[in-house]
């Protein structure tokens, strides 16, 4: 009877050891502000995969006791933006995708117009969006270890707005950054339905 508690104790503690480890691994911004008029938002990898083009990232956020989050793929084989200081492989075509993971990626965006004080309004994220982006590095993207920038640009006939979009694989997270506050309420509409 001893052996089967001590069994089931160690068996519950292991399992509730790697639930506290997964919900430490996730980014919370519950208490996200901005720091020198600009508002970061930081997200944890969860989950990778890969296809024949991209590798695919889940990313999730905790605000409160909501989760949110949504997949950002990045496409394979992009080589240095800036060889010896000069430009080369500058612009990357369909070079990151944003895709929704249902009502998660809602409440991102809503989040972040909350965050960037827009007006009250539901959003919802599209259901995929791809984009040219700006290679910023001088070193060819590690997709294990490494860590990477890029600018993405979005745009309709009306308006553009401009997003950076951080990797950085060593401490698992994907950044979206604010490139220009005065972008705020076109990077919301421009991600929305």
Do not use: H, W
Request: net charge neutral; charged share 25%.
């Amino acid at each position: 009877m001893k052996k089967t508690l001590a069994i089931t104790t160690l068996i519950l503690l292991t399992i509730t050891s790697c639930k506290t480890d997964q919900e430490q691994k996730v980014s919370n911004l519950s208490n996200l502000y901005s720091v020198d008029g600009f508002i970061d938002f930081p997200f944890t990898i969860t989950n990778t995969k890969e296809d024949k083009d991209y590798y695919q990232y889940t990313i999730k956020a905790t605000v409160d006791n909501d989760t949110i989050g949504m997949l950002v793929s990045l496409k394979k084989d992009i080589k240095a933006g800036f060889v010896n200081g000069e430009p080369k492989n500058m612009f990357v075509d369909n070079g990151i995708k944003f895709t929704s993971i249902g009502e998660q990626s809602n409440r991102l965006l809503n989040f972040m117009r909350k965050k960037y004080n827009l007006p009250a309004k539901d959003y919802a994220l599209k259901q995929e969006q791809i984009f040219t982006c700006a290679n910023l590095n001088q070193d060819a993207v590690n997709y294990k270890n490494g860590s990477s920038r890029f600018k993405i640009f979005l745009e309709d006939d009306e308006e553009n707005a401009e997003l950076f979009v951080n990797f950085n694989f060593l401490l698992n997270t994907i950044g979206l950054n604010e490139k220009d506050n005065l972008y705020r309420p076109q990077l919301v509409r421009l991600l929305s339905k």
